[in-house]
């Protein structure tokens, strides 16, 4: 069982009843999106019930699915996990379980990364996923190993490669994890998981 399971297994149990188990989610590409400047990827957007939710990652699905298709599902596979994170994302605006599930503009990407910087200043960063703008921003501070870091930092794909989700699973306890933007809004929700996204919407 990875935290995905745990944050499904939760939302899960929150529709049970309510029918929008049943419901169809819409997954979608949308190139021409505001996403967030940290995780590296195309924005997949899951549509539901008049909502949005976003995903950022390498590998996009799209699809018509039910929202219950991931009870249960093993989710092997990195496109798996990112269907489950709009899923899960869009879901929970849906439901107002989470509040910053769309992106800020360009215009908050400095001040942003200002205030990032400020908040793991003289720690030890481990970046869990492709983050372009991180190696650059922390360059000094960034290790290569999650066992030499103070705070690990956590991105869209960081949370669907096997790497990743193996990383989160043995340090989700042990190491202070920071998950970055609107692609971790609805699991951090979910399972009360530090989140950082001071300018989303």
């Not at 539901?48 to 249960?72: K, Y």
């Not at 991180?134 to 870091?149: C, D, F, I, S």
Request: contains cysteine; glycine residues 10%.
């Amino acid at each position: 069982m990875s935290f995905w399971h745990d944050a499904i297994e939760k939302l899960e149990m929150i529709l049970a009843g309510s029918g929008c188990e049943d419901g169809i989610v819409t997954l979608s590409v949308n190139y021409d999106a505001d996403v967030c400047q940290y995780p590296k990827g195309v924005a997949m957007e899951g549509h539901f019930g008049g909502r949005t939710g976003q995903f950022i990652t390498s590998e996009p699905v799209r699809a018509n699915t039910r929202i219950s298709f991931m009870f249960g599902a093993p989710l092997n596979t990195q496109k798996q996990r990112g269907a489950a994170g709009a899923i899960v994302n869009v879901v929970s605006a849906f439901l107002c379980l989470s509040r910053r599930l769309q992106p800020c503009t360009p215009n908050c990407y400095g001040p942003c990364l200002a205030e990032l910087s400020r908040e793991v200043a003289g720690m030890k960063v481990y970046l869990v996923g492709p983050m372009p703008v991180l190696e650059r921003a922390l360059a000094q501070q960034v290790v290569e190993t999650p066992e030499a870091a103070d705070v690990l930092l956590v991105g869209g794909d960081g949370m669907t490669s096997d790497a990743g989700v193996a990383c989160i699973d043995e340090y989700r306890a042990k190491k202070r994890m920071i998950f970055l933007g609107p692609s971790s809004a609805g699991v951090s929700g979910l399972l009360s998981l530090e989140h950082w996204c001071p300018y989303g919407r």
